[in-house]
């Protein structure tokens, strides 16, 4: 499985990695759960419809964080990617902290994807 991210999500990633500093690690984890198992796995996590494109958008619910101690996948953590199963590919969107933010950015995505479809 090939990774990538957008710059929205590195951003998003450095500015956490300030609050959570295990973050980079546990995002290591999460990629070796996805390069197994990278379709939706309701509750963990789901297909994010209604977008009006063609690209499978998934939203990762459940992730685990080493600093957030005790609170195990529950974590408030949420990840936005994209996933291309023909290309062996997923490219991250957005990364973000339920308690600082309720909902994906569903204007990125739209802007990150609207041409490529």
């Known amino acids: 499985m090939e990774f990538g991210e957008i710059e929205e999500f590195k951003k998003d ?3 956490l990695s300030k609050k959570f500093s295990t973050l980079p690690d546990d995002l290591e ?3 070796k759960v996805l390069t197994v ?4 796995r309701p509750p963990f996590s789901y297909r994010i419809d209604g977008l009006g494109i063609e690209t499978c958008i998934i939203k ?3 992730i685990a964080c080493k600093s957030l101690k005790g609170r195990g996948s529950e974590s408030g ?3 936005v ?3 291309y199963k023909i290309e062996e590919r997923i490219l991250f969107i957005e990364l973000y ?4 933010k309720e909902n994906e ?3 990125r995505i739209l802007r990150n994807f609207k041409y490529r479809d």
Do not use: M, N, Q, T
Request: aromatic fraction near 8%; avoid cysteine.
């Open 37 to 40: 198992s990278p379709e939706e």
């Open 29 to 31: 984890i999460v990629k």
């Open 105 to 107: 950015d569903r204007e």
């Open 97 to 100: 902290f339920k308690g600082d």
């Open 81 to 83: 990617y994209a996933h």
């Open 77 to 79: 953590l949420r990840i």
């Open 13 to 15: 990633l450095k500015k």
């Open 60 to 62: 990762v619910r459940k």
